[in-house]
C-alpha cells in the first residue's frame, strides 16, 4: 500500500514527459535544468572533492554562476599540493572575470577534480559524504537564524554564536534520545533484557529505515544544507519522546520504591 501511494502520483507527471519530451521521465532532473541547458557537472564534481560544510556552499557553491568567488574561502582540504591551489585560484579566477561557466572550463574543473580523485579516493567516495551528513545532521541551523554561517569562529556576534551552539546542543539532544530509543528497543526485540522503550520492532525498522534511506540519499549531494534533514525530524521527535517517557517512568518508579 505504501509503495502504490508513492509510486501513483509520479504516473501523470511520466505520461506527460513521455507526451512532451519523448522520453520516460519519473522525477525533475537533479538540478532542475531545462531539457537544453548546460549543467556545470566538472565543477559539481570537484566541489565534492573537498567541501564538508554548509559554509561552503554559501560561500563557493551558491555563487556559482553570477557572483565572484573568493578563493580565500577555501579551505585548506581543497588543496593536496601548493601547484593544485595555483591551479585551483587560477580557475577561479577565470571565473570571476566571466561570473559564467563555460563548458571549456567546466572541463578544467572536471579534470582537476579526476586528479584529485585519483589521489583519495576515500576521502572522495567515503569521508567526504560522510562528513557532508554528518554535517546536515548535527551543525547549528545558521540558514534560519541570524547567527553568522562560521558560528564557531565568534567573529561578528558572540551572543548569536552563543545562541548557535545552543541550538547546536539541543539539536545533538535530540537526536541522541532518538538514537538511544530506536538502539534500545531494536535490542529488546533481539532478545537483550535491559529495560527500553518498546516502540515495536516493525515500526522501529520502518521508522529507522526512513532516516537511513534518506540518509543514504544525502550521501549523494555535494551541497550539505541542514534543510535536507527536517524530513526526518517527525522521527527524531517521535523517538525522542518514546525515549524521554520512558526514563520519566522509570524514574518515578524508583521514587515510589521509597
Given at each position: 500500500?505504501?509503495a502504490?501511494?508513492?509510486?501513483?502520483?509520479?504516473v501523470?507527471?511520466?505520461?506527460?514527459?513521455?507526451?512532451t519530451?519523448?522520453?520516460?521521465?519519473?522525477?525533475a532532473?537533479?538540478?532542475?535544468?531545462e531539457?537544453?541547458?548546460f549543467?556545470p557537472?566538472?565543477?559539481?564534481?570537484?566541489?565534492?572533492?573537498?567541501?564538508?560544510?554548509?559554509a561552503?556552499?554559501e560561500e563557493?557553491y551558491?555563487?556559482?554562476?553570477?557572483?565572484?568567488?573568493?578563493?580565500?574561502?577555501?579551505?585548506t582540504?581543497?588543496?593536496?599540493?601548493q601547484?593544485?591551489?595555483q591551479?585551483?585560484e587560477?580557475l577561479l579566477?577565470?571565473?570571476?572575470?566571466?561570473?559564467?561557466?563555460t563548458p571549456?572550463?567546466?572541463?578544467?574543473?572536471?579534470?582537476?577534480?579526476a586528479?584529485?580523485?585519483?589521489?583519495?579516493?576515500?576521502?572522495?567516495?567515503?569521508?567526504?559524504?560522510?562528513?557532508?551528513v554528518?554535517?546536515?545532521?548535527l551543525?547549528?541551523?545558521?540558514?534560519?537564524?541570524?547567527s553568522?554561517?562560521?558560528?564557531?569562529?565568534?567573529n561578528?556576534?558572540?551572543?548569536?554564536s552563543?545562541?548557535?551552539?545552543?541550538?547546536?546542543?539541543l539539536?545533538?539532544?535530540?537526536?541522541?534520545?532518538?538514537?538511544?530509543?530506536?538502539?534500545?528497543s531494536?535490542?529488546?526485540?533481539?532478545?537483550?533484557?535491559?529495560?527500553?522503550?518498546?516502540?515495536g520492532?516493525?515500526?522501529?525498522?520502518?521508522?529507522?529505515?526512513?532516516?537511513?534511506?534518506?540518509?543514504?540519499?544525502l550521501?549523494?549531494?555535494?551541497?550539505?544544507?541542514?534543510?535536507?534533514?527536517l524530513?526526518?525530524?517527525?522521527?527524531?521527535?517521535?523517538?525522542?519522546?518514546?525515549y524521554?517517557?520512558?526514563?520519566?517512568?522509570?524514574t518515578?518508579?524508583?521514587?515510589s520504591?521509597?
Amino acid at each position: 500500500m505504501v509503495a502504490l501511494v508513492s509510486v501513483a502520483p509520479l504516473v501523470p507527471w511520466a505520461w506527460r514527459n513521455v507526451h512532451t519530451m519523448h522520453r520516460l521521465e519519473l522525477l525533475a532532473p537533479r538540478y532542475a535544468n531545462e531539457e537544453d541547458e548546460f549543467v556545470p557537472a566538472g565543477f559539481n564534481r570537484w566541489m565534492k572533492t573537498w567541501i564538508a560544510d554548509y559554509a561552503s556552499v554559501e560561500e563557493i557553491y551558491w555563487p556559482v554562476p553570477g557572483d565572484t568567488v573568493d578563493a580565500d574561502k577555501l579551505p585548506t582540504r581543497a588543496f593536496d599540493s601548493q601547484e593544485q591551489r595555483q591551479e585551483t585560484e587560477q580557475l577561479l579566477a577565470d571565473y570571476n572575470q566571466m561570473l559564467h561557466i563555460t563548458p571549456a572550463l567546466d572541463a578544467r574543473f572536471a579534470a582537476l577534480a579526476a586528479q584529485r580523485i585519483r589521489q583519495a579516493p576515500l576521502r572522495y567516495y567515503v569521508w567526504l559524504p560522510l562528513l557532508r551528513v554528518a554535517d546536515m545532521w548535527l551543525r547549528p541551523r545558521t540558514e534560519t537564524l541570524p547567527s553568522d554561517t562560521r558560528w564557531w569562529e565568534f567573529n561578528d556576534d558572540v551572543k548569536h554564536s552563543i545562541t548557535a551552539v545552543g541550538f547546536g546542543v539541543l539539536n545533538l539532544a535530540y537526536a541522541g534520545a532518538a538514537l538511544l530509543a530506536v538502539v534500545s528497543s531494536m535490542s529488546r526485540k533481539l532478545g537483550i533484557r535491559r529495560p527500553a522503550p518498546d516502540l515495536g520492532l516493525r515500526y522501529t525498522g520502518l521508522l529507522a529505515g526512513f532516516v537511513l534511506l534518506r540518509s543514504a540519499f544525502l550521501l549523494t549531494l555535494e551541497n550539505p544544507e541542514p534543510r535536507y534533514t527536517l524530513e526526518c525530524y517527525p522521527v527524531v521527535i517521535v523517538c525522542a519522546a518514546a525515549y524521554i517517557a520512558h526514563i520519566t517512568s522509570r524514574t518515578r518508579q524508583s521514587d515510589s520504591r521509597f
